[in-house]
């Protein structure tokens, strides 16, 4: 198998190129202005941006995960496929290179992106990680309750009204500070740590002679906010992620210092994700690996964090804080240069054919940024980031009734918003393509499928991100 993907790469691409493996990297719920700005400690980060190609007003194609990321791993926008569950059709990066002689990997562990959704299809190594937490039955059943209090007891419909009350409150305050001191390891165990994809991904590497492609999503910048390098104690910890649950469901404001202390948790999951980054590009250094390796990080959304009062990115204002995202390319003969042209994630997947060398298969969005990084031409993909349904019903079906669209332009950012009855003017030039867009959304398309279809553990799972109530 590895000897008949080498015939077909070596046939239908240039013998030379910039790079031949692609470490594509994505952080969930991660916004840019906290890369971009000293509001962080993010050496690696900082030093990806320093000597590679840096888009500083990149746009994710969604707000969720759901809606981005089949997006962002096909160069084409969440309406002109569907989004939630991947369409068989859909030409995804994963196959695509695989047929081209790749070996392909990807990593993570959020619901979304799991096998059931289509997420594996053309991957020779897929994990879905799981935690991995002390075993037991107090330990269980404890940390169980534990994500129960800061996921807002999604599991309990019963406890719907209840978890509004300010008894709840109270007792929750109590059992959050009670558990978080007698369950060993009380911190986040709904997600992997950024350090078991790396080992996992490097293995994988030292195991593979052909030229690779990997992927991961990273889950350590996504709610619950709590780093495994944290200055708080667990139960504090533990109660602001647990506020930020009330804000969502019951919108209960959070004070201002609650919001400090909020806005701290999320600095250091950043700022850990770092640390590990930097960990894993000094161990692919070391294995020869870096200086034939492209990177692409970038986030497949951003957060909310206290803007019109709302945490998190169950939202449908697709403004600045939900779309905008950093976006950094490097390799060891890209230019060291800053693009502040609006340019869409979708633009990711076809630039790294093109400088493979690859055909790009028919029913992509994106075009590739090879003449912007190059050339300093304009990018010929629209900024748009859409969403077909009620943001309060993630999962729920789409309708034109509840479509957001919303376009970068170099002027600002603009809305067609029906959800709430403020379409776009007709005066403005960017009318046409948000109705196009919304035009475009099939609400008969095989993808959109209710949440029980899922299987339990994923969508306890996507319960735990605070995704489905």
Same mark, same amino acid.
């Given at each position: 198998?590895?000897?008949? &993907?080498?015939? /077909?790469?070596? $046939? ?19 916004? #840019? =202005?906290?890369?971009?700005?000293? #509001?962080? !400690?993010?050496?690696?980060?900082? &030093? ?23 997006? $962002? ?8 496929? @569907? ?22 990997? @990807? ?17 020779? =190594? ?54 978080? #001191? ?20 490097? !293995? ?5 002679? +052909? ?8 889950? =350590? ?60 590009? =000094? ?12 990177? $692409?990080?970038? +986030? ?13 990115h169950k939202s449908a204002r697709l403004g600045t804080p939900l779309t905008h995202v950093p976006l950094i390319m490097w390799c060891k003969d890209f230019p060291s240069k800053k693009i502040h042209t609006p340019v869409s994630l979708v633009d990711i997947v076809p630039t790294i054919y093109n400088y493979l060398g690859i055909s790009s298969p028919d029913g992509l969005d994106g075009q590739s940024l090879q003449t912007v990084i190059e050339k300093d031409a304009m990018p010929v993909t629209p900024a748009i980031s859409e969403m077909g349904h009620d943001p309060m019903d993630f999962g729920g079906p789409p309708s034109k009734d509840t479509t957001v669209v919303s376009v970068e332009t170099e002027n600002g950012i603009i809305i067609g918003d029906w959800l709430h009855n403020n379409p776009p003017s007709q005066n403005l030039d960017e009318y046409e393509l948000l109705c196009e867009?919304?035009?475009? /959304? ?9 949440? %029980? ?5 994923? &969508?306890?799972? /996507? #319960? %735990? ?5």
């Amino acid at each position: 198998m590895r000897k008949s &993907k080498m015939y /077909l790469l070596w $046939v239908a691409v240039p013998r030379y190129r910039m790079f031949e493996n692609v470490l594509f990297l994505v952080a969930d719920s991660l916004r #840019q =202005d906290f890369v971009a700005t000293n #509001q962080t !400690n993010t050496p690696a980060i900082d &030093k990806l941006r320093a000597d590679g190609i840096e888009f500083t007003r990149a746009r994710s194609p969604g707000p969720g995960t759901s809606v981005s990321m089949p997006a $962002v791993l096909s160069g084409a926008f969440p309406f002109t496929h @569907g989004y939630k569950r991947i369409n068989p059709n859909r030409p995804m990066i994963a196959p695509t290179l695989s047929d081209g002689g790749y070996s392909t990997a @990807g990593y993570h562990s959020n619901g979304w992106c799991d096998s059931s959704n289509g997420f594996s299809r053309g991957f020779d =190594d897929f994990e879905y990680f799981t935690s991995n937490q002390p075993s037991g039955l107090i330990n269980n059943q404890g940390r169980k309750l534990l994500r129960e209090l800061t996921s807002g007891f999604p599991n309990f419909p019963r406890l719907t009204e209840l978890r509004r009350t300010s008894f709840a409150e109270y007792a929750s305050r109590f059992l959050i500070r009670t558990l978080a #001191q007698t369950v060993p390891e009380s911190r986040n165990d709904v997600t992997a740590d950024a350090s078991r994809l790396h080992s996992r991904a490097l !293995n994988w590497i030292d195991d593979t002679t +052909a030229p690779w492609f990997i992927w991961h999503q990273y889950m =350590d910048t996504h709610f619950p906010y709590m780093s495994p390098n944290s200055e708080m104690p667990a139960s504090k910890q533990l109660y602001l992620n647990y506020r930020m649950t009330r804000n969502r469901i019951a919108d209960v404001s959070i004070s201002p210092q609650e919001q400090r202390s909020l806005l701290k948790l999320y600095r250091e999951e950043i700022e850990y994700l770092d640390y590990e980054l930097g960990e894993l590009l =000094d161990k692919l250094e070391a294995r020869g690996e870096l200086s034939n390796t492209l990177i $692409v990080f970038t +986030a497949d959304h951003g957060e909310m964090l206290g803007e019109y009062g709302q945490f998190g990115h169950k939202s449908a204002r697709l403004g600045t804080p939900l779309t905008h995202v950093p976006l950094i390319m490097w390799c060891k003969d890209f230019p060291s240069k800053k693009i502040h042209t609006p340019v869409s994630l979708v633009d990711i997947v076809p630039t790294i054919y093109n400088y493979l060398g690859i055909s790009s298969p028919d029913g992509l969005d994106g075009q590739s940024l090879q003449t912007v990084i190059e050339k300093d031409a304009m990018p010929v993909t629209p900024a748009i980031s859409e969403m077909g349904h009620d943001p309060m019903d993630f999962g729920g079906p789409p309708s034109k009734d509840t479509t957001v669209v919303s376009v970068e332009t170099e002027n600002g950012i603009i809305i067609g918003d029906w959800l709430h009855n403020n379409p776009p003017s007709q005066n403005l030039d960017e009318y046409e393509l948000l109705c196009e867009r919304r035009e475009t /959304l099939d609400v008969k398309d095989n993808t959109y499928s209710e949440n %029980d279809d899922m299987d339990n553990e994923t &969508k306890q799972r /996507l #319960q %735990d991100l605070g995704y489905l109530e």
